[in-house]
């Protein structure tokens, strides 16, 4: 055989596009997430709060004046887009045209960032009063530190109850329903748990397998997009809850996991992901797909959500 056959080798290239591993869209949007419609800068939704009953002590009593509590949060657009271009030439030289596979990466990354403004209203500052100016904060009571051995640890079960707890003693109506995103470390740590692993005391056996479901009356959602606190946070070293003596959180090593009840967050939507394909003429004719989406969050109700922080 010739010595020079290598020359009339031919390289073979697949005309298909391998997308790498990413969170395809928004996986929090659909988990007990108020959906509104919005085509205003400012929207605002009124709340209720809860009234007492006053007992009627005499007979033809004077009928009771009860003030019933108003209150409102504010939500204000926020816009997103994505852009990218493809030369003519460009696809002259490609096996396949990738338009649609560049829409495919563009709706992905619009619905990530859907979960970004849900995560960063759920414990950030609410805005509420008349004309949306008063700030409101998600107070200590509602975030607690994942602990073990008297110190700063990762998910574990106690951390769960605790979190249920708050919402419980915060009236948060069991018939709606609870949900906790976690991202894959906190997945493992609550992994490890016997009440979790064990028949015993758990009858599903979802996150056993390493799926998402239910534990302790929340529905799991796997997320990367969980932050890092950007507040300090003193919490009891047996407990994990709250206490102005207690010892500090580390941010640099903590995640935020988050819990909520059904409609504790709204999402405003003032226009859907939207994936447009057109020439520019000012890029000589190349191709763009350029996506957009305008939308806001708030949080409705404090007592709804719970943030914990786990050392990671």
């Not at 591993?21 to 108020?34: A, F, H, Y």
């Not at 209203?121 to 009063?129: E, K, L, R, V």
């Not at 998402?212 to 994990?240: C, W, Y």
């Amino acid at each position: 055989m010739s010595t020079l056959i290598d020359v009339a080798r031919v390289q073979q290239f697949s005309a298909n596009v391998f997308h790498l591993s990413q969170q395809e869209g928004s996986v929090l949007r659909n988990m007990g997430i108020r959906l509104e419609t919005q085509k205003s800068k400012a929207s605002f939704y009124d709340r209720i709060g809860a009234v007492s009953a006053q007992r009627k002590t005499s007979r033809h009593s004077d009928t009771p004046q009860i003030d019933t509590p108003h209150s409102r949060r504010m939500v204000t657009m926020e816009d997103y887009e994505w852009a990218d271009l493809i030369d003519n030439q460009d696809k002259l030289r490609m096996i396949h045209d990738p338009q649609s596979d560049y829409a495919k990466a563009a709706s992905m990354a619009l619905g990530r960032s859907i979960d970004d403004v849900l995560i960063a209203a759920a414990i950030g500052n609410a805005y509420g009063g008349e004309s949306g100016g008063t700030s409101v904060a998600l107070g200590t009571g509602q975030r607690l530190q994942a602990v073990s051995g008297a110190a700063a640890s990762n998910l574990n079960v106690q951390a769960l109850r605790k979190a249920s707890y708050i919402l419980n003693a915060g009236k948060v109506s069991k018939n709606r329903k609870r949900f906790c995103a976690i991202n894959a470390s906190a997945l493992e740590a609550l992994l490890q748990a016997t009440e979790v692993t064990s028949s015993d005391y758990n009858s599903i056996k979802a996150l056993v397998q390493g799926d998402i479901d239910t534990f302790m009356g929340f529905k799991f959602i796997l997320t990367e997009q969980l932050i890092r606190p950007s507040v300090a946070f003193t919490f009891n070293t047996s407990t994990g809850l709250y206490s102005g003596g207690g010892t500090s959180s580390t941010l640099t090593s903590s995640y935020s996991v988050l819990c909520w009840a059904e409609d504790a967050l709204l999402l405003s939507m003032g226009e859907e992901p939207v994936v447009r394909i057109s020439e520019r003429a000012d890029k000589s004719y190349a191709t763009q797909v350029y996506a957009s989406m305008s939308l806001g969050a708030t949080r409705m109700e404090e007592a709804g959500v719970v943030e914990v922080l786990c050392a990671q």
